[in-house]
């Protein structure tokens, strides 16, 4: 990527984010309940602001795809600016995996030591709950700064659409994922036939042709037959977005042999009001955490005080 001087690497840039997020959300969501199930009474407060932060993310699942060809990407001068903001994201996701890796050992670590029994005293136990709120908040608060970095992206990308020459495709691909996304409610099978399997050239024509006709659900069940003839190959594998699959061998077939090409499809929400709304969430999170420690030393401090009493 760093490396890149024609923009071929980089214009895979978006789908490869838009997948890793996916993933990254899935794992998100499963250590953030598991942890706030192991909260204690006196932190369930705190643990119910974690999953409206968790809804607020899961709501960014449909994360922004930009499609651009390599040419409009380079003329328009950001080949450089996308470099800079892959490193960025490179390294708030290393930090995001060892906050997440830190956060998912202290919870086996709660884990065993809750289920030893009730021998554990209850100071303990509530120092080890906040340390994995502490840690859960972390977590929380890399992934707000990496997703934070994507949206900068987006917007700095998405200053192509205003220039003249640029050909704005949004609203077209737009309404073709609505539509492949209402096919995903239909089950269709397909069997692919041979003349099709010979190469991958063929198998797109298909597509393609299947697409211009709208029948959508055929294309969805086209390409997951295909995957299966090709695997990691330009149809994808079985983890991997169908949609969003059929999206980029539309861009890429409609745009060959033209540069200017230029669309964003995703989420319609306002992301600097999502970033908002996390930050805020993150806030009050933290207030929450400080509010908690504080009583807990008082706490300490009010029995030590007491065996100091009895002592004399």
């Known amino acids: 990527m760093l490396s890149d001087t024609d923009g071929s690497c980089a214009v895979h840039t978006f789908h490869v984010f838009s997948r890793l997020f996916q993933n990254i959300q899935k794992k998100f969501c499963a250590i953030t309940h598991d942890s706030v199930s192991h909260l204690g009474d006196s932190l369930q407060r705190i643990g119910s602001k974690f999953k409206s932060s968790l809804e607020v993310m899961m709501m960014c699942s449909d994360c922004p795809t930009v499609f651009v060809d390599a040419e409009t990407l380079v003329s328009c001068g ?3 600016t996308l470099k800079f903001s892959v490193l960025e994201l490179q390294e708030h996701l290393d930090t995001y995996n060892a906050k997440r890796e830190g956060a998912e050992q202290w919870l086996e670590n709660c ?4 289920g030893a029994g009730d021998g554990l005293q209850r100071t303990n136990r509530d120092a080890q709950e906040l340390e994995l709120c502490r840690r859960l908040y972390k977590l929380h608060f890399q992934l707000l700064l ?4 994507y949206c900068k992206l987006i917007s700095q990308v998405d200053t192509i659409k205003q220039k003249a020459e640029v050909i704005n495709m949004s609203e077209e691909l737009a309404r073709l994922e609505a539509s492949l996304k209402e096919a995903e409610n239909f089950s269709y099978e397909v069997e692919v036939p041979e003349a099709l399997q010979t190469c991958t050239e063929t198998a797109i024509h298909s597509l393609i042709e299947t697409l211009r006709n709208k029948e959508f659900p055929s294309a969805l069940a086209q390409v997951k037959a295909f995957r299966s003839v090709w695997p990691n190959d330009i149809f994808g594998n079985c983890d991997d977005d169908p949609v969003q699959t ?3 061998i539309y861009f890429r077939h409609q745009t060959l042999g033209q540069t200017g090409s230029f669309a964003v499809v995703g989420s319609n929400q306002d992301l600097s009001k999502v970033c908002s709304k996390l930050m805020e969430l993150n806030l009050q999170i933290r207030e929450s955490l400080r509010t908690v420690q504080s009583y807990q030393l008082l ?6 005080a007491d065996v100091l009493s009895t002592g004399f």
């Open 299 to 304: 706490a300490k401090a009010t029995v030590a």
């Open 146 to 149: 990496l997703y934070q970095a």
């Open 111 to 114: 884990k065993r030591t809750f």
């Open 246 to 248: 059929l999206l980029h």
């Open 78 to 80: 950001l080949l450089e």
